[in-house]
């Protein structure tokens, strides 16, 4: 299989301690040992803990929003308001919450540790990237308090040329942002190419690597286009330019190209690293290879290359040529198919696996079931004649909540609980998990379902009023938002009593074979006291959990580790 | 399924719903089929290989080309059926008949238009005849906006300083519903009209009458319809409650305060120039939102609607 160098590397065992004395968290102190961090997993935890913010207050923009919408006319938002809220909602949701969430928060605490690296490569361009992120998020809180936006998060023009908001400095916020988002793809991808530890070849990285490989390259690729384009509305505005105001010759439906040209390979950005946590999450969880290991690396890039080219299916509307809509809608239906693909795949591997229902497991599962609404009625969008009915409508609405909350947020709620013990070394309780678990898996249908047949009634969507017909769908769907609530409430309480007092998490609580359950939890300051060396891949669950605890000792301080056990490995795995 | 087509989907009023709705049952109910497959899998794996104790082993089953390319290929398959449907049907959708009627519409922030061959001009009521197709001619005097019928199954949106165009044939007289449906600021979700199919020959009565002023009406009834049709009240209340412009209630002879500070009073000569001009004067508080009536309403017309406004107070 391997072409490479049969190197022999010189080997031990390392078990991970437990219980480690010295560890990330408090190997060094204060304030300001976390502003000027440079460790890939306290940056992790800085992006975790602005990514919950954000969710936070989006959260409860959409509560306000939901709670107007109680009733078909004004009850206690008038439209101005109404239309800043939901505008804050979305540009909050996704610039600042979904983007960077399993990217920037989870794949920055997991990702160099997966490899077996110490850190990423550029580590103060991490930590500039963080700081990149906070300055787009002031800029915007900023634009938030002067003044508010009220163009939807799509920012069209021409109305966002001539509406009075603070556009100006909500785009200038979130232009800043794209960069930091760059020079994450850019760190992670130069990573994933050069920081491998030994033995972890391309075919023995782990799936989420490969996932957040694919959004790398989204990432690096795309949000330059978006860059571009809300510079562009910035010159509009500020210098009158002209580029999408017809009066001067311009074209206000160029905008929507360039916008999603960015805009749907985002969707990506915001799906695919989802992808790589369900993948692990699975085959842990099943205590079984991952089946189709190939299959679900490739489909991710070919997901992240075929997503470039499908932005026209946002506008069948819109005015662009027939030709153009229906080499979209082509191209659309292609892209479903490695999604599918991936759905079957995850099926395959609980199939004789040994399922345990913890907390990431379930959420895994809620994230199949919503993830296959969310793609299936994608299907519906994506067929023209169908999408004409239905473009704009909250049957929209209800579809990209399904893949964005039911896929992505859910990924990364399965993430988050698998990787907790490893992130703090503590572990939560297992029976509020679940409850809460529950709960936002029937709020969310409440809440969204409805949406579906509202939508496909022909309610339109960005409405702060409505006709009567509509109203028993959007009460549904309101108490479906506060049952979420209360959902999300339970588990910031969980979590926040599993760190102060939580029981002490194992090293690898979960039994998993994946390199970052090999050293202490929390993890070691510089993730392994040891060079890690792979011999198998992380879902070789047929091999003994020895095997994926060797390594090459550090002769760090000047002495000598005299290894407890010897054992001689070839690159390829094969061993006597 | 008639029943969850009737949940699920508008009456089909146009000749292309039908088309539109079979696609949107078809992939329904394949979609249902293969959710329930998924689903009963989730759920029966998960009890049949629960977890029995922590030396339990798996199978290594790392893939199976067969099963593999099966499921590429069979949703392929369907995908493409679905492709190829939505299309024929879109390309329905873009394909105006030769003989169809034609119809302006102008899409204002935040009303409906509606110009017909004869000079008749009406506000947020589209009058057509059922059992013919219609091309309505769009375009937009401002922003964005995106016309649409659930009932017809048509949407598209109206650009400014390009036309689009929207056909159907709707093929039952009766009332439906517009919207806009794209974001057009604060009273997007007011952008509301109704569209009314007529019998060839009850359409040709409407338009034969519609801008003839009954003369039976006095000018205070005639203002008080004209006001009606021309959709000011969705920016106008007669009650006092402020909505996107001033109230009516008590304005006449009313000082009111300008944008730049000066103070006019609220006399015939005012309440024309708000009408024919609205942005020569902009009121204190208001944004400069209010479409030009100019060439829409006759000086008869807005002599009765300022005869009515006096009388509001
Ligand atoms: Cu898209
Ligand atoms: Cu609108």
């Given at each position: 299989?391997?072409?490479?160098?049969?190197?022999?590397?010189q080997?031990?065992?390392?078990?991970?301690?437990e219980?480690?004395?010295?560890?990330?968290?408090?190997?060094?102190?204060g304030?300001?040992?976390w502003l000027?961090?440079?460790?890939h997993?306290?940056?992790?935890?800085?992006y975790l803990a602005?990514?919950?913010?954000?969710?936070?207050?989006?959260?409860?923009?959409?509560?306000?929003l939901?709670?107007?919408?109680?009733?078909?006319?004004q009850?206690?938002?008038?439209a101005?308001?109404?239309?800043?809220?939901?505008?804050?909602h979305?540009a909050?949701?996704?610039f600042?919450?979904?983007?960077?969430?399993?990217?920037?928060?989870?794949?920055n605490f997991?990702l160099p540790?997966?490899?077996?690296?110490?850190?990423v490569?550029?580590?103060?361009?991490?930590l500039?990237?963080?700081?990149?992120?906070?300055i787009g998020?002031?800029?915007?809180?900023v634009?938030?308090?002067?003044?508010?936006?009220?163009?939807g998060?799509?920012?069209?023009?021409p109305y966002?040329?001539?509406?009075g908001?603070?556009?100006l400095?909500m785009?200038?916020?979130?232009?800043?942002?794209?960069?930091?988002?760059?020079?994450?793809?850019v760190?992670?991808?130069?990573t994933?190419?050069?920081?491998?530890?030994?033995?972890?070849?391309w075919?023995?990285?782990p799936?989420?690597?490969w996932?957040l490989?694919?959004?790398s390259?989204?990432?690096?690729?795309?949000t330059?286009?978006l860059?571009?384009?809300?510079l562009?509305?910035v010159?509009?505005?500020?210098?009158?330019?002209?580029?999408?105001?017809?009066?001067?010759?311009?074209?206000?439906?160029l905008f929507?190209h360039?916008f999603?040209?960015?805009?749907?390979?985002?969707?990506?950005?915001?799906i695919?690293?989802?992808?790589g946590?369900?993948?692990?999450?699975?085959s842990?969880?099943?205590?079984?290879h991952?089946?189709?290991?190939?299959?679900?690396?490739?489909s991710?890039l070919?997901?992240?290359?075929?997503g470039?080219?499908?932005w026209?299916?946002?506008?069948?509307?819109?005015?662009?040529?027939s030709?153009?809509?229906m080499v979209?809608?082509?191209?659309?239906?292609?892209?479903g198919?490695?999604?599918g693909?991936?759905?079957?795949?995850?099926?395959?591997?609980m199939?004789?696996?040994?399922?345990?229902?913890?907390a990431p497991?379930?959420?895994?599962?809620?994230f199949?079931?919503?993830?296959?609404?969310?793609?299936f009625?994608?299907?519906?969008l994506?067929?023209?004649?169908?999408?004409?009915h239905?473009?704009d409508?909250?049957f929209?609405?209800?579809?990209?909540?399904?893949?964005?909350?039911?896929?992505?947020v859910m990924?990364l709620?399965?993430g988050?609980?698998?990787?907790w013990p490893?992130?703090?070394g503590k572990?939560?309780?297992?029976?509020?998990?679940?409850i809460?678990?529950?709960?936002?898996?029937?709020?969310f249908?409440?809440?969204?379902l409805?949406?579906f047949?509202m939508?496909?009634?022909?309610?339109?969507?960005?409405?702060?009023n409505?006709?009567?017909?509509?109203?028993?769908?959007h009460?549904?769907s309101?108490?479906?938002?506060?049952?979420?609530?209360v959902?999300?409430?339970?588990?910031f309480?969980?979590?926040l009593?599993?760190?102060?007092?939580?029981?002490?998490?194992?090293?690898?609580?979960?039994?998993s074979r994946?390199?970052?359950?090999?050293?202490?939890s929390p993890?070691?300051?510089?993730?392994f006291e040891?060079?890690?060396?792979?011999?198998?891949?992380?879902?070789d669950?047929?091999?003994?959990?020895?095997?994926?605890?060797?390594?090459i000792a550090?002769?760090?301080?000047?002495?000598?580790?005299q290894?407890?056990?010897?054992?001689?490995?070839a690159?390829?795995?094969?061993?006597p | 399924m008639?029943?969850?087509?009737?949940?699920?989907?508008?009456?089909?009023?146009?000749?292309?719903a039908?088309?539109?709705d079979?696609?949107?049952i078809f992939?329904?109910?394949?979609?249902?089929?293969?959710l329930?497959?998924?689903?009963f899998?989730?759920?029966?794996?998960?009890w049949?290989?629960?977890?029995r104790?922590e030396q339990d082993t798996?199978?290594?089953?790392?893939?199976n080309t067969?099963?593999?390319?099966?499921?590429?290929?069979?949703?392929?398959?369907?995908?493409?059926?679905v492709f190829?449907?939505?299309?024929?049907g879109?390309?329905?959708?873009?394909?105006?008949?030769?003989?169809?009627?034609?119809?302006r519409?102008?899409?204002?922030s935040?009303?409906?238009e509606?110009?017909?061959?004869?000079?008749?001009?009406?506000?947020?009521?589209?009058?057509?005849?059922?059992?013919?197709?219609?091309?309505?001619?769009?375009?937009s005097?401002?922003?964005?906006?995106?016309?649409y019928?659930p009932d017809y199954r048509?949407?598209?949106d109206?650009?400014?300083?390009?036309?689009?165009?929207?056909?159907?044939?709707?093929?039952?007289?009766?009332?439906?519903v517009?919207?806009?449906t794209?974001?057009?600021?604060r009273a997007h979700?007011?952008?509301?009209a109704?569209v009314?199919?007529h019998?060839?020959?009850?359409?040709?009565n409407?338009?034969?009458?519609?801008?003839?002023?009954?003369?039976?009406?006095?000018?205070?009834?005639?203002?008080?319809e004209?006001?009606?049709k021309?959709?000011?009240?969705?920016?106008?209340?007669?009650?006092?409650s402020?909505?996107?412009?001033?109230s009516?209630?008590?304005?006449?002879?009313?000082?009111?305060?300008?944008?730049?500070?000066?103070?006019v009073?609220?006399?015939?000569?005012?309440l024309?120039?708000?009408?024919l001009?609205?942005?020569?004067?902009?009121?204190a508080?208001?944004?400069?939102v209010?479409?030009?009536?100019?060439?829409?309403?006759?000086?008869?017309e807005i002599d009765?609607?300022?005869e009515?406004?006096?009388?509001?107070d």
């Open positions: 299989m391997e072409t490479s160098a049969l190197k022999r590397l080997v031990q065992r390392f078990k991970p301690e219980n480690p004395e010295i560890h990330y968290l408090n190997s060094e102190r304030l300001w040992s000027s961090t440079v460790d997993k306290r940056i992790g935890l800085m602005s990514i919950a913010i954000f969710f936070f207050i989006g959260g409860v923009l959409a509560l306000v939901r709670t107007e919408l109680l009733s078909p006319a009850s206690f938002l008038d101005d308001v109404y239309n800043q809220v939901f505008t804050l979305g909050i949701m996704i600042f919450f979904l983007v960077p969430s399993v990217p920037a928060a989870l794949g997991i540790i997966q490899l077996g690296a110490k850190d490569a550029f580590p103060r361009l991490n500039a990237s963080f700081y990149i992120y906070t998020t002031v800029f915007t809180l634009a938030i308090i002067t003044g508010a936006v009220d163009t998060w799509t920012f069209y023009t966002s040329t001539e509406t908001t603070n556009v400095l785009t200038l916020g979130i232009f800043i942002l794209g960069f930091s988002s760059i020079l994450t793809g760190n992670f991808i130069v994933i190419h050069k920081m491998r530890a030994p033995g972890m070849t075919s023995k990285l799936l989420n690597v996932s490989y694919a959004t390259i989204i990432q690096v690729l795309a330059p286009v860059a571009i384009t809300l562009l509305l010159m509009e505005r500020a210098l009158g330019i002209g580029i999408f105001d017809p009066a001067l010759g311009g074209d206000p439906v929507q360039f999603w040209f960015y805009s749907h390979p985002a969707v990506y950005i915001m695919v690293p989802g992808f946590v369900i993948s692990e999450v699975i842990t969880f099943s205590r079984k991952i089946f189709g290991y190939w299959a679900i690396a490739l991710s070919a997901i992240a290359f075929i470039f080219l499908v026209g299916h946002h506008m069948f509307t819109a005015g662009q040529s030709l153009a809509s979209f809608s082509f191209l659309t239906f292609l892209v198919i490695p999604t693909i991936k759905i079957f795949n995850w099926l395959a591997t199939y004789k696996g040994s399922i345990d229902l913890k497991m379930l959420y895994a599962m809620v199949l079931f919503l993830f296959t609404i969310g793609g009625t994608g299907i519906m994506g067929a023209l004649s169908v999408d004409i239905l473009h409508t909250y929209v609405v209800a579809h990209f909540h399904y893949v964005m909350m039911g896929g992505m990924a709620l399965a988050l609980h698998y990787w490893k992130m703090f572990m939560y309780s297992e029976v509020y998990a679940r809460s678990c529950a709960l936002i898996f029937i709020g249908n409440l809440a969204f409805p949406q047949v939508g496909a009634q022909g309610m339109p969507r960005r409405y702060f409505y006709i009567d017909q509509f109203q028993p769908f009460q549904l309101t108490m479906g938002a506060y049952i979420m609530g959902g999300f409430v339970i588990m309480f969980y979590l009593h599993s760190l102060v007092r939580g029981e002490k998490a194992a090293s690898n609580p979960w039994g994946a390199l970052e359950w090999q050293t202490t993890a070691a300051p510089h993730n040891h060079t890690p060396v792979v011999i198998h891949g992380p879902y669950y047929h091999k003994p959990m020895s095997e994926f605890q060797l390594g550090h002769g760090h301080h000047g002495e000598s580790h290894p407890e056990t010897l054992e001689t490995v690159e390829t795995g094969t061993r | 008639d029943k969850v087509l009737e949940f699920l989907l508008p009456p089909a009023k146009s000749t292309i039908g088309q539109v079979g696609l949107f992939i329904l109910a394949v979609s249902a089929v293969l329930v497959g998924i689903s899998a989730i759920i029966y794996f998960s049949k290989y629960k977890r104790s798996t199978p290594v089953i790392t893939h067969k099963l593999e390319v099966a499921w590429s290929v069979i949703p392929l398959i369907l995908v493409m059926i190829g449907w939505g299309f024929t879109y390309m329905n959708m873009r394909t105006v008949p030769t003989d169809a009627y034609e119809i519409v102008v899409g204002k935040w009303l409906w509606f110009h017909y061959e004869n000079g008749t001009v009406s506000v947020n009521e589209l009058h057509v005849p059922a059992n013919r197709p219609v091309n309505l001619v769009m375009s005097n401002d922003v964005i906006h995106s016309f019928i048509v949407k598209r109206v650009l400014p300083n390009r036309y689009s165009n929207v056909w159907f044939e709707a093929m039952e007289t009766g009332e439906s517009i919207f806009c794209e974001y057009c600021g979700s007011n952008m509301i109704t009314t199919a019998s060839e020959s009850d359409f040709e409407w338009l034969a009458t519609a801008n003839v002023i009954d003369e039976s009406l006095s000018p205070v009834e005639l203002g008080k004209l006001i009606a021309n959709g000011c009240n969705a920016c106008h209340s007669v009650d006092g402020r909505m996107v412009g001033p009516y209630k008590g304005s006449w002879m009313a000082e009111r305060e300008l944008e730049d500070g000066s103070v009073t609220v006399d015939a000569n005012y024309r120039e708000s009408i001009e609205p942005n020569a004067k902009i009121g508080g208001y944004d400069p209010m479409p030009s009536y100019q060439g829409l309403l006759s000086d008869r009765a609607i300022i009515y406004i006096k009388t509001i």
